[in-house]
């Protein structure tokens, strides 16, 4: 098996995946969890909503200017002391049971900027080491293989989550996420042996000096440009994923909930088996001009699931949506590690992973906009129209600066 041997020629990359793939499937449980103890702490509903976006956008915001300390500090003990912040984090919701009314709502606030921030910071530091983990002619396949684990989570994480959540209790959920992220973070430093991180050479300067020069560089390298705005974009369309199946499946579909699933999973399986074929492959596109291309199609393919009808067209649109997105991940990642100075990484790193997960909760955000404005089978088209404008503006730029991919690519 080939993930296996890559697993095996890595095992700080082989450990690193596994203390993800044990976070990652606990937290959907949590995140359920924080919903429903959210509920209970808020009495109306523009309460529960403002709660739960200040106490997200909040630890999102800060992400942006973690890149400089990244950068700074010692990242292999970075990725150790971020798993035990986020366990300190869940330990705050059990404190919250025999906390005082009044201060549940700020206990609630500390635990989630602790695991929010935590996980940025964390998920930032784990990419800006890949390159060291990882030499450059399997690059691409980690990339693969790790986008297609990712659709895999996705796809069981939720479900898991709610079957945990329904057989025990919030408190246990957790107990279960403090236990895990400790695990994870003695994986992690049993990761950290196996690699070496290049000597933090540059001299410090001033905090917003340094913040400034990262930004530089996205403008004047246009590929890493082209990779965040990518992120503005894909990250709008994830964000109103999950609403649009579950609202199409109720309101335009008028199909049982269960129906939710095998849309799901047309999706999901699919994107796996190609990002798996891909990674067997090592497989990149050797002229950028393709990935534009990728983008006006993965946009038109969204634009078509707001035509459907009933859920077969769905499955069907779901089934070519992820097809064409397998292929931008492990693209995005891959550019991203080759083309970014070592230096700095975190800097870059951080504003390319902090724009994507703001980009989701703007998506979410403008869904509920557009369906207010001009109707549920809206929601798709705009933002797949816009998916489309970041096709034309790789096109345009690959003409204009160049075609070909530099980097390891396999025949």
Same mark, same amino acid.
């Given at each position: ?5 890559? !697993?095996? %020629? !890595? ?24 919903? *429903? ?7 109306? /509903? ?31 003990? &970075? ?13 705050? $919701? ?32 784990? #990419? ?18 790790? $986008? ?12 898991? /989550?709610? *079957? ?11 107990? &279960? ?12 430093? #049993? ?26 560089? +996205? ?8 990779? *965040? ?21 109720? =309101?335009?579909?008028?199909? =049982?909930? !269960? ?25 990149? $596109? %050797? ?49 991203? #590690? ?45 933002? /797949?129209?816009? =998916? ?10 690959? +003409? ?12």
């Amino acid at each position: 098996m080939v993930l296996y041997h890559l !697993y095996k %020629k !890595y095992p700080a990359y082989g450990l690193l995946q596994v203390a993800s793939i044990m976070t990652i499937l606990t937290n959907w449980a949590a995140f359920l969890a924080m919903l *429903v103890l959210l509920d209970r702490l808020t009495e109306s /509903g523009l309460a529960f909503g403002s709660l739960w976006a200040v106490s997200g956008l909040i630890p999102l915001i800060l992400g942006y200017f973690s890149g400089v300390w990244i950068d700074r500090l010692n990242v292999k003990k &970075l990725i150790v002391v971020t798993e035990i912040t986020a366990a300190i984090g869940f330990g705050f $919701f059990l404190v919250m049971f025999s906390t005082p009314g009044d201060w549940q709502w700020v206990v609630f606030l500390v635990a989630r900027l602790f695991i929010l921030l935590s996980g940025n910071i964390n998920g930032t530091c784990v #990419q800006t080491v890949i390159p060291d983990i990882i030499e450059k002619e399997d690059l691409v396949k980690a990339n693969s293989f790790s $986008f297609s684990l990712n659709n895999v989570l996705r796809l069981t994480g939720a479900s898991l /989550g709610g *079957v945990l959540l329904a057989v025990s209790s919030l408190e246990f959920v957790f107990l &279960l996420n403090v236990i895990t992220c400790l695990v994870a973070a003695l994986l992690s430093y #049993q990761a950290t042996k196996y690699f070496e991180t290049p000597e933090k050479t540059v001299a410090r300067k001033n905090y917003l000096l340094e913040f400034k020069e990262g930004i530089t560089q +996205i403008n004047v390298n246009k590929w890493v440009l082209s990779v *965040v705005v990518a992120a503005i974009f894909s990250g709008i369309i994830i964000g109103n994923f999950n609403l649009m199946l579950q609202q199409f499946t109720a =309101e335009v579909y008028q199909e =049982e909930d !269960y129906i939710l699933s095998y849309l799901y999973v047309a999706h999901g399986v699919v994107a796996f088996i190609v990002a798996y074929t891909l990674a067997k492959r090592n497989f990149l $596109f %050797k002229n950028r001009v393709y990935y534009g291309l990728n983008y006006m199609l993965f946009g038109l393919i969204w634009m078509c699931f707001g035509l459907t009808s009933n859920y077969i067209q769905g499955m069907i649109v779901l089934i070519l949506f992820g097809i064409v997105g397998a292929f931008n991940g492990p693209y995005e990642r891959t550019t991203m #590690q080759h083309e970014v100075p070592d230096h700095m990484r975190g800097r870059i790193f951080a504003t390319w992973q902090t724009t994507y997960s703001l980009s989701i909760q703007l998506g979410a955000f403008l869904s509920g906009v557009i369906i207010t404005v001009f109707g549920l089978r809206w929601v798709p088209i705009i933002t /797949g129209m816009m =998916e489309i404008l970041l096709g034309v503006f790789v096109v345009v730029l690959s +003409i204009k600066v160049g075609k070909k991919i530099h980097y390891h690519q396999a025949s």
